[in-house]
């Protein structure tokens, strides 16, 4: 194993920007700021207006930082529309609409509330993921 | 007001994304990538949101209600069913396949391109067909 790329300084003012952001949705709405289960409501759940304006302000977060400080986009690198992009995404919906969360709303809010199920969901992605980049690395 | 503050919220998060640079799915798989090349910088993301989130949470969540609702919804559910494994389990893979989660493809979504675009809306659909036949 060798450590590349590490930016230990934005990771952590970062997530503690995403820490601030989570409390300041609960503090405000009481609401637990899981993106999956934010996104899903917009479709079918009776509050949806809270949800639409929480993910209008996330698009125009990235889409803000990103005009302001003019960062390259390295996400067009490695995305493709390809069948893995097509796999992976309907993968991503439909576990994280059968677990009720995501990296979000179980890897933080989850775990910031001490929950059994968000620490046992949070294990178990974290895992199938470093299982599938070290599967991918093979084939 | 709730509105207002549920915008100021996502556009932090969206900002807390870019900042700690999960919005690059190259980053993301770099931090899974624990036998090879590792970059460990999702650890300090989570590690700096927890801080902030298992501090603030329990002292918020005893208040009686939240500022602008008449109360909290909180995921009462605390069992481990066949669904928080499987859930995960399939999340992972896609998350693993692809480096992007629901909350970096929102915030990459005017930033990145075609493929962003494709990927957030197959997620979407995904989530709501898998939703439906749950229940």
């Given at each position: 194993m060798n450590i590349i790329n590490f930016t230990p300084v934005p990771a952590l003012i970062g997530g503690l920007i995403l820490g601030l952001a989570s409390v300041l949705l609960l503090i405000s709405n009481?609401?637990?700021?899981g993106i999956s289960g934010i996104a899903k409501g917009m479709f079918n759940?009776?509050?949806?207006a809270w949800r639409m304006f929480f993910i209008v302000g996330l698009i125009l977060g990235g889409f803000g930082y990103h005009t302001l400080t003019?960062?390259?986009?390295?996400?067009?690198?490695?995305?493709?529309?390809?069948l893995k992009l097509i796999i992976a995404a309907i993968l991503v919906g439909s576990g994280t609409a059968l677990g009720n969360g995501c990296t979000s709303g179980h890897g933080i809010c989850g775990l910031s509330r001490r929950t059994k199920r968000s620490f046992v969901a949070t294990c178990v992605f974290m895992a199938f993921g470093m299982l599938t980049v070290y599967l991918e690395k093979l084939f | 007001m709730k509105l207002l503050f549920a915008l100021i919220s996502g556009f932090l998060f969206g900002i807390g994304l870019s900042v700690s640079g999960m919005t690059d799915p190259h980053k993301v798989k770099g931090f899974l990538d624990i036998t090879g090349n590792?970059?460990?910088s999702l650890a300090l993301v989570m590690g700096g949101a927890l801080l902030v989130g298992s501090i603030l949470f329990p002292y918020i969540t005893q208040?009686?209600?939240p500022l602008f609702e008449s109360g909290f919804s909180l995921p009462t559910k605390n069992d481990i069913d066949k669904y928080i494994i499987i859930g995960p389990a399939l999340f992972g893979i896609g998350w693993g396949l692809i480096?992007?989660?629901?909350g970096p493809a929102f915030a990459n979504l005017l930033v990145a391109g075609k493929p962003i675009v494709v990927f957030t809306l197959v997620m979407l659909i995904s989530k709501v067909v898998t939703d439906k036949l749950k229940t």
């Open positions: 009481g609401k637990i700021a759940s009776p509050d949806k003019s960062e390259e986009l390295k996400t067009e690198n490695i995305l493709n529309i390809d | 590792w970059d460990p208040k009686k209600k480096g992007l989660c629901p």
